[in-house]
Each structure stands twice: as structure tokens, then as C-alpha cells.
């Protein structure tokens, strides 16, 4: 996918997500989940400028925001800086060449943006990964689309970008 597509993509997501924003919204603050579910490292890419976008436009709206990052099955390949070789998430050169910035870009939006940043425990585990192995502050529910559907329940907005 070109820049152009994915930076579209971005726009229009956030364009339906502004629009769509209850009207108490402010009151109640913002509440979002991002899945990746997905090996793309550009896409994935994209959610973190996503992330960090509105992040930036509910500070400017004056709003509380909790924002959870779930990856389920592919995107474990985000949250660990193993190899994955022998299982079906190895990581590919394209993803190796960009490791180090998409990692730090994920640590910063944890750490200073307060991001949740969760990994579904059974793709962990069908790959026999250690917890240990995951980067630092990632949790482990046991179903990682069982926590989004929790979260849906919750009134989250659900967002992935294309």
C-alpha cells in the first residue's frame, strides 16, 4: 500500500471517528481499543500514528482518554524482538529493518502517552513464547479478542486501520 493510500485510510478513520463522538463524549472522556491482527509492519505503522493522533486531538479537546492496543495472532510480531523463526509469525527483513523505531514508538506511547498495550495469551502460548520474552508493560489477557469484545461492552470505540 502507498503512503498516500494509508495516510487516506488514516484520515478516514479518524474523520468517522470524530464525527461519530457522542455529545457527552467530553464528560465521559474517550475510550478506544486498536487491534492488530495483521504482519504488515507499514499498517502497523500507520495504527501508531493513529494512536498518537488522537491522542493529540483529545488533549486539544480537553478529554480523558484511555486507549488499549490489543494484538491477537500476527501482531505478536510487534511485541517481542525474538525472531518467531520455526513458527508462523517469523519475522521477514521488512519487518527486521524497522524493529528498533516501531518498538520505541510503542514504548513511548505506553510510557509517556499511558497506552494499554495487550497481547492475547493463546497466540503467545500456541507458539510456546516465554512472557519474559515480550517487551516490557505488555499484558496477557487469555483471549485477545475476547478482551476487545470486553472492552466493545465497556463502550469503546473499536478502530483498525486498513
Known amino acids: 500500500m502507498h503512503f498516500s493510500n494509508v495516510l487516506k485510510s488514516l484520515i478516514l478513520t479518524l474523520s468517522i471517528m470524530t464525527l461519530s463522538l457522542p455529545s457527552q463524549a467530553a464528560d465521559k472522556g474517550a475510550k478506544v481499543v486498536y487491534h492488530v491482527d495483521f504482519k504488515d509492519p507499514t499498517r502497523y505503522s500507520a495504527t501508531l500514528t493513529s494512536i498518537n493522533n488522537i491522542l493529540n486531538f483529545y488533549e486539544n479537546e480537553l478529554m480523558e482518554a484511555e486507549v488499549h492496543l490489543v494484538f491477537v495472532g500476527y501482531g505478536i510480531r510487534f ?3 525474538n525472531a518467531l523463526k520455526g513458527t508462523p509469525y517469523v519475522a521477514d527483513k521488512k519487518l527486521m529493518a ?16 499511558g497506552v494499554i498495550v495487550e497481547l492475547c495469551d ?9 512472557k519474559s520474552a515480550l517487551y516490557k508493560g505488555i499484558q496477557s489477557p487469555p483471549s485477545g479478542v475476547g478482551k476487545i469484545a470486553i472492552l466493545q461492552s465497556q463502550g469503546f470505540a473499536y478502530l483498525k486501520v486498513q
Not at 98 to 113: H, P, Q, T
Not at 123 to 130: H, Y
Open 79 to 81: 511485541a517481542t524482538d
Open 98 to 113: 524497522r524493529r528498533a523505531e516501531l518498538k520505541g514508538r510503542l514504548e513511548s506511547l505506553m510510557d509517556v502517552r
Open 122 to 130: 493463546k497466540t503467545r502460548s500456541e507458539i510456546d513464547l516465554p
